[in-house]
C-alpha cells in the first residue's frame, strides 16, 4: 500500500487560515507592547531630567537650571552664545545640565523613543509660565519655594507643533530648539486640545518637582498645577 505524505491543498489552506488567525490576534498585542516599552522609556528619561535638575540646584544654591531664548546644537547664532550681547539669555538648561546628565543638549535623553519625526528632536520642555510672566522676568527660581512639589509640572512632552520644524511642526527655515520652555508659548497639548496631540497612545509624560512622572490622557487639575504657589491651569497662571 502507498503510504500517504505531505498535506493535501485543503489541509494546507486551513494551517494557513489557523496561522493568519494567530498573526492577526498576536500583533496588536505586540503593538501595545511596543507602545507602552515606549512610554516606560519616555517615563525614564524624564526622571533622569529630574535627578539632574535636582543634582544642578545642589550646587548652584538651590536654583533650577536657567531657561533661555532658542537656542540651536551645535551651530548656535553668535549672539546667543556672548554673555556680553544685550540679546544674550544664557545658555539654556540643557547645556547647564550636560555635565550632570551625562550626555550632551543633542542626547537620546531629550528624545521621546516615540515621536513621530526623523531626524530626532528634542521632545521635552522646562516649566516656566510662572518665571515669564514676573516684572522683571525671571529666569530661574529655587526648588525649596515650590509649595506643592507633587502637582507643580516641572517638565514632560512637548507637542506644540509650533515648536518642531516642518513637515512635522510648523516653524519654517530654522533648526530645532533644544532649549524649549512653556513661557510665553503652552509646550504641553493633549489630544482635543488646538494643535496639540498625546505623544503616547496613553497619553502625555509629565515630570513633577517632587522627581515622579506619570502619564495622563489629559490636562487634571486635581493633580497638576502651572504656578509654584498656586493651583493653577498654564492659561490662568499669574505671577504672584
Known amino acids: 500500500m502507498n503510504r500517504r505524505s505531505g498535506f493535501n491543498l485543503v489541509e494546507l489552506m486551513v494551517v494557513i487560515a489557523i496561522i493568519a488567525l494567530l498573526l492577526s490576534l498576536l500583533f496588536p498585542a505586540l503593538g501595545k507592547v511596543r507602545e507602552r516599552s515606549k512610554t516606560v522609556q519616555c517615563l525614564s528619561q524624564l526622571r533622569q531630567i529630574g535627578i539632574a ?6 550646587e548652584n544654591r538651590g536654583l533650577m537650571p536657567a531657561w533661555s531664548a532658542v537656542h540651536f546644537y551645535p551651530n548656535d547664532p553668535p549672539y546667543q552664545n556672548n554673555p556680553l550681547d ?3 539669555a544664557g545658555p539654556g538648561w540643557p547645556v547647564l545640565l550636560t555635565r550632570y546628565i551625562g550626555q550632551k543638549p ?10 513621530p519625526l526623523d531626524p530626532p528632536c ?7 509660565r510662572w518665571m515669564y510672566l514676573h516684572q522683571p522676568l525671571l529666569r530661574t527660581m529655587k526648588l525649596s519655594s515650590i509649595r506643592d512639589a507633587s502637582r507643580f509640572i516641572l517638565s514632560g512632552d512637548c507637542t506644540a507643533p509650533v515648536y518642531y520644524p516642518r513637515m512635522f511642526g510648523s516653524t519654517i527655515g530654522v533648526p530645532d530648539d533644544i532649549d524649549k520652555d512653556d513661557g510665553a508659548t503652552k509646550c504641553l497639548l493633549f489630544a482635543g486640545e ?5 505623544m503616547h497612545m496613553s497619553g502625555n509624560n509629565v515630570l513633577f518637582s517632587d522627581g515622579h512622572a506619570a502619564t495622563f490622557k489629559a490636562f487634571d487639575p486635581s493633580l497638576m498645577t502651572y504656578n509654584p504657589h498656586a493651583n493653577q491651569r498654564w492659561e490662568d497662571v499669574t505671577s504672584e
Open 122 to 128: 528634542s521632545n521635552y520642555f522646562l516649566e516656566s
Open 53 to 58: 535638575i535636582y543634582n544642578y540646584s545642589v
Open 106 to 115: 543633542n542626547g537620546a535623553i531629550y528624545v521621546c523613543p516615540a515621536f
Open 194 to 198: 488646538s494643535g496639540g496631540f498625546n
Open 86 to 88: 544685550p540679546n544674550y
